[in-house]
């Protein structure tokens, strides 16, 4: 592990996220963090880290749109078990401003020699899971066990719903008004706009209105990019997700993941997961990765 490193409150390279980004520490995370940096090509690498260093690592991949905070807060209690690594993905909300990596496959690679790890179980969590699958077919023997939480990566199921979403954050992109924002969560949250967490809430809509436009999502391509990936993967799916409804991403899966994949739906579910959508998805990573023996 490489050592800890202070951090500049402020530089030229901070991002609008920064505050957000710190609050969502203080606000969402019950667990002592440490931070870590590890060289990776492009820029070094920040890292969250959360539970006993000594105990079995797991990776996990942040979703897109949050910080890297958020997307801990779902699993933070997953460290009574393993050591959490979190890296800040470039060019996701973060503390300094990063571009996106050429291969992500090649990033998460690079971290893991950075943390002096060969190979490891990953979670990916929504964008984070397309990282993942890239990372599968980059290098297919370092991920030893996989759990594709509200996948990306495997394209996206057209839908009304999902037009009506683009549509909404295009127009509070433009016009940033409360109103074209709830109307623009509404669709992509479980848990009722008006009861979102305020960081949560606060950086979605800077996101919204800031990020660069995604016009697609990390992942292959080409199904037969993975063809070297057996590990036991795991895919869990949000039955009302907008953007990978659990029937369509169940169906899709097939053609791009070994055949003995462990399929769960979390009924009732959008795409950024309720409380109880959150506790289950942790305890079907704790059951599986337990089950794969990581």
Not at 18 to 21: D, F, I, N, Q, V
Not at 77 to 98: F, I, K
């Given at each position: 592990?490489?050592?800890s490193?202070?951090?500049?409150?402020?530089?030229?390279?901070?991002?609008?996220f920064?505050?957000?980004?710190r609050?969502?520490?203080?606000?969402?995370?019950?667990?002592?963090?440490?931070?870590?940096?590890?060289?990776?090509?492009?820029?070094?690498?920040?890292?969250?880290?959360v539970?006993?260093?000594?105990?079995?690592?797991?990776?996990?991949?942040?979703?897109?749109?949050?910080?890297?905070?958020?997307?801990?807060?779902?699993?933070?209690?997953?460290?009574?078990?393993?050591?959490?690594?979190?890296?800040?993905?470039?060019?996701?909300?973060?503390?300094?401003?990063?571009?996106?990596?050429?291969?992500?496959?090649?990033?998460?690679g690079?971290?893991?020699?950075?943390?002096?790890?060969?190979s490891?179980?990953?979670?990916?969590?929504?964008?984070?899971a397309?990282?993942?699958?890239?990372?599968?077919?980059?290098?297919?023997?370092?991920?030893?066990?996989?759990?594709?939480?509200?996948?990306?990566?495997?394209?996206?199921?057209?839908?009304?719903?999902?037009?009506?979403?683009?549509?909404l954050?295009?127009?509070?992109?433009?016009?940033?008004?409360?109103?074209?924002?709830?109307?623009?969560?509404?669709?992509?949250?479980?848990?009722p706009?008006a009861?979102?967490?305020?960081?949560?809430?606060?950086?979605?809509?800077?996101?919204?209105?800031?990020?660069?436009?995604?016009?697609?999502?990390?992942?292959p391509?080409?199904?037969?990019?993975?063809?070297?990936?057996?590990?036991p993967?795991?895919?869990?799916?949000?039955?009302?997700?907008?953007?990978?409804?659990?029937?369509?991403?169940n169906?899709?899966?097939r053609?791009?993941l070994?055949?003995?994949?462990?399929?769960?739906?979390?009924?009732?579910?959008?795409?950024?997961?309720?409380?109880?959508?959150?506790?289950?998805?942790?305890?079907?990573?704790r059951?599986?990765?337990?089950?794969?023996?990581?």
């Open positions: 592990m490489a050592a490193r202070s951090r500049p409150a402020a530089s030229e390279d901070a991002s609008p920064a505050p957000l980004y609050r969502a520490r203080v606000d969402l995370l019950t667990v002592p963090v440490t931070d870590h940096e590890v060289e990776t090509p492009d820029e070094p690498t920040h890292l969250l880290t539970g006993d260093p000594d105990a079995p690592p797991l990776l996990l991949l942040q979703g897109a749109n949050v910080t890297n905070p958020v997307t801990l807060s779902w699993f933070q209690s997953l460290a009574d078990e393993y050591h959490l690594l979190a890296p800040d993905t470039p060019g996701e909300p973060a503390e300094r401003v990063t571009e996106p990596p050429a291969d992500y496959g090649a990033w998460v690079s971290v893991l020699d950075g943390l002096g790890l060969d490891v179980p990953v979670v990916g969590v929504s964008h984070g397309g990282v993942l699958l890239e990372a599968a077919a980059h290098d297919p023997d370092r991920i030893s066990a996989a759990a594709l939480v509200i996948p990306a990566g495997f394209g996206v199921s057209p839908s009304a719903t999902l037009a009506r979403v683009v549509g954050s295009l127009a509070y992109r433009l016009v940033p008004r409360e109103r074209l924002l709830e109307a623009a969560l509404g669709p992509l949250f479980t848990t706009v009861d979102l967490d305020p960081v949560v809430r606060e950086t979605v809509a800077l996101a919204l209105r800031t990020a660069d436009v995604k016009t697609g999502f990390p992942g391509d080409d199904p037969a990019a993975l063809t070297g990936f057996d590990a993967t795991l895919l869990v799916g949000g039955e009302r997700d907008p953007f990978f409804p659990a029937a369509w991403l169906e899709r899966s053609s791009f070994p055949a003995d994949v462990e399929r769960v739906t979390l009924a009732g579910e959008r795409h950024f997961l309720s409380a109880v959508g959150q506790e289950r998805a942790v305890e079907e990573v059951s599986f990765l337990t089950g794969a023996g990581r």
